[in-house]
């Protein structure tokens, strides 16, 4: 008896899907031990679409609502994106008592426990492998793999684009904005980068990581988030003589106070292996109670990578509809717990990277020291590189651990000091992993 | 409703799984939605063991079979190791209709796929996670995780006792027989260090991985194996500048003509991930025909890590007795499907690194030139580091692509040189992953 699919959206993921579920039928099947069929595709432009050659796909059509009312549909593939239709399609899907699979990473982080709770009532399964980190599968990892740990930290790469980007500006010293453009060029960065470059695609799926990792209900508003627009390449000449890189870091540490959650350029030591991750690869550092490090990499988007994503996800729903789909304990925590109550990030103490770009004048040191010191932090090294341009001298001053609150007070204080070109950029310094 | 488990052997990993399963108990609880408890343990040494404290276990015996019989366990966990007693409980075990959990990776490369059948038969599961790669959970991934690719390469360093070796003579440029030594003084390797250093460990868990990624018969007779008990300080010397790291590869790959299966010392560029594994570490680097590249890290061994994988096979078996065992097709092929049909390993076509020890004469890279030239192998380099002693002298000939039976051919035709001090050892070089 075969399980049948219903295709909303015809995009990268969703033709990366069909391409998959027909060229490897034959070995889905094998591992199955029966058929997996895409009975019916819908885009708003199903016409125009070019889909796998020898697909029958007996349905074809428009309108979404055709697919989730469609008795003989067993599993929805919610592949549109978005917040709005999406919302609609997983919802009625749901309520039709049709399992869903989903690629939808900002949905899922919005509303992702709502949805869960929907398809619970009404028996179905509810999966979301795609959303996180393309053909990395950390959905599975977290919730079967290692599921008998209790995880305690987790640094994530999650987004492609910047990652690429960061790398971009590591390789070639050239500006952000020059390489954004190159970025956008290739495809990799969209024509309006907000949701890369400032960090909003890759707290979704910090989100939604966390959530599954501690069981805690989150949301991405929870989540610090700071993004990469002010990234100088100088920045990196910096790191590199304290032996460490940069990078768009998600992080979530369980402390004995609670949960730290954020999203920024944080530094890393040049030998952690998540240092090694270039371009547009995503890589996610799990420390569990019991297992310790476990480290997970591969690639973060593309139409293939994460069609492999939705068609595993495809698999495991399938095989729980045709064997009797088990009673499943929600992936999202439905309120908090307390036990990993998420803290404000001021609360973090770690040694910090504060670049200053400044006119060259006598005292300045000094009166950064001052200030440093009256807000109790220590300094640990002060770096300057040789430059001609005395108008616009970028030089760092490295601390000693020191909480955030005492480092945004110390900035807060000299932000309008005369020899500074532009506010102070600061950056935390990770260990190693 | 809770699920009964019955614990034979408590060595380093029964302790480690009992030790998880009394501490983090409530959250696995709350995950599963059900308690998993221990009912028995079983151990010859049962009355000396050290137990978690405030654990509850009913049953503590000295026979198996007392676990086995009992019509209230559900799961067998047999974490014994070897494969006289631990083929009886586990055989036993399934016909007795029990699930069965296992960290056995030797008796599940002989007889997993037996095993599986009796399994299915008795309507009943058959789990193995822990038995490759410790903490990492690379069974989860290529059952579940990435399930809808077809995976085309996989390579892995599955063996950390043997990757400690290595790394330590990486570092301190010891020889093998000292680094051994510290190992096992350390407890990282046995006092009859073969199963680790010779690479039968790291075959038992390539032939289980193989079977499970390609979906083939595979046994460990099917796999050329090669351990590192040859590799010498200056083998570092010369990989390193030749920019390459040497590990004991666990390699298998399909080609167009069949499938290569390998565990062998063998040069690794220095900018691969994989290079970055140091120390007792596992790693296992995937190459999918749609998810492309995904990357796994992780600890190889010890009581907790391994424990996780138990614990977490555990959890998922629990579930499907609790709410009905799906029927599952097995991960191993019963029979040779030919797809992946094993090639022998003399065809493959790469480039080798030849290392000679030799008393300094006249005409010997004029002697080594024409033999190589005979088999049709270019000479892509030869190095030479500067040594005082002439009657020891290794030094380096790299190879250009050629097959592994030409250079067998060219090293045995001059094997009984009388300018070499050893027989020459060869190793391939791997490309970039």
Redesign the interface.
Known sequence: MEVSVGVVGLGNVGL?AL??LTE?AA??R????FPLKVRAVCSRSVQQKKLPACSDFPIRTTDWREIVCDPEIDIVLEVIGGTATAAHVIEEALRQRKSVVTANKELMALRGAEFWTLAHQNGVNLAM?ASVAG???I???LR???????VMELYGILNGTSNFILTEIEKSNAKFESVLAEAQQLGYAEADPSADVDGLDARSKLAILAALAF?EKLTPADIYTEGIRRIMPVDFEYAHQLKHTIRLLCLARQTEEGLLLSVRPSLIPQSA?LA?VQGAYNAIWVR????????????GA?S??T??????D???VA??I???S????SPFAHERLGEYKPLPIATQKLPYFLRFRVEDKAGIIATLATVLAKHQIGIDAVLQLPREDWRDLPFVVTTQPAPEQAIRDALLEIRDADFLVESPFAMPMERGF
């Open positions: 990366g391409q998959i490897n070995r889905i094998e591992k199955l031990g492998e053909g990395i599968p959905h599975t990892v079967e793999g290692i599921a008998g740990d209790k069981g292996i090694q569990g109670t019991y297992g310790e490090d476990t480290f997970y990499y591969g690639r593309g293939k990578p069609g492999v994503a939705v068609v595993s495809l698999m495991r095989r729980e045709r064997f009797g088990p009673e499943r304990v």
